[in-house]
T-cell receptor
Framework: AQSVAQPEDQVNVAEGNPLTVKCTYS??????LFWYVQYPNRGLQFLLK????DNLVKGSYGFEAEFNKSQTSFHLKKPSALVSDSALYFC?????????????WGAGTKLIIKP | DAGVIQSPRHEVTEMGQEVTLRCKPI?????LFWYRQTMMRGLELLIY????????DSGMPEDRFSAKMPNASFSTLKIQPSEPRDSAVYFC?????????????FGEGSRLTVL
């Protein structure tokens, strides 16, 4: 069965430090992987995606993510955290072979950046 | 582009009343999704449309829920009769197909409270 795991409900980071939000996935075929961010009382916003090619993907607001096929992971990273990065982050996966176009969502990780 | 537009942003109603949520997708997008977000269940896909045709409504909780897309620029999600357990934030999202690689664009959501 297809699934996405975000093992941490919450991640706390000091401003200026690097941050990592973890995501692992399970699909039967090749994955398409996505990260979204949700600020309080707002809709989800697309950050970045991995479709094919370079395993390191760069996205909005200085975020990047690394696709690791052997570890079935797609961790979100940023070299230097900002207080304004505090939000809820969702990882999602779509199986290339799934004709139903279904996105499987993680439960979300709350990122708190402390000044 | 104005993005995905949802209305109302907030709705407070009493149990048993009919609720209609509205969505205008981004022009040119051929997929439209309705999601529900709660603390307990996270993000749940209710139904999605492709070219105005419902493709998968397996996520619709029960017969009290119905969704329509009469044309490419408008969709509704209706709950009749509403119950307190329907209280949630309902999101509409749209995307361009591009196979399975397209990212979703979300509206700001409709926060429903059923008393």
């Amino acid at each position: 069965a297809q699934s996405v795991a975000q093992p941490e409900d919450q991640v706390n980071v000091a401003e200026g430090n690097p941050l990592t939000v973890k995501c692992t996935y399970s699909v039967s075929g090749n994955p398409y992987l996505f990260w979204y961010v949700q600020y309080p009382n707002r809709g989800l916003q697309f950050l970045l995606k991995y479709i094919t090619g370079d395993n390191l993907v760069k996205g909005s607001y200085g975020f990047e993510a690394e696709f690791n096929k052997s570890q079935t992971s797609f961790h979100l990273k940023k070299p230097s955290a900002l207080v304004s990065d505090s939000a809820l982050y969702f990882c999602a996966v779509r199986d290339y072979e799934d004709s139903n176009y279904q996105l499987i969502w993680g439960a979300g990780t709350k990122l708190i950046i402390k000044p | 582009d104005a993005g995905v537009i949802q209305s109302p942003r907030h709705e407070v109603t009493e149990m048993g009343q009919e609720v209609t949520l509205r969505c205008k997708p981004i022009s040119g997008h051929d997929y439209l999704f309705w999601y529900r977000q709660t603390m307990m269940r996270g993000l749940e896909l209710l139904i999605y449309f492709n070219n105005n045709v419902p493709i998968d409504d397996s996520g619709m909780p029960e017969d009290r829920f119905s969704a329509k897309m009469p044309n490419a620029s408008f969709s509704t999600l209706k709950i009749q009769p509403s119950e307190p357990r329907d209280s949630a934030v309902y999101f509409c999202a749209s995307s361009v197909s591009r196979g399975a690689t397209g990212e979703l664009f979300f509206g700001e959501g409709s926060r429903l409270t059923v008393l």
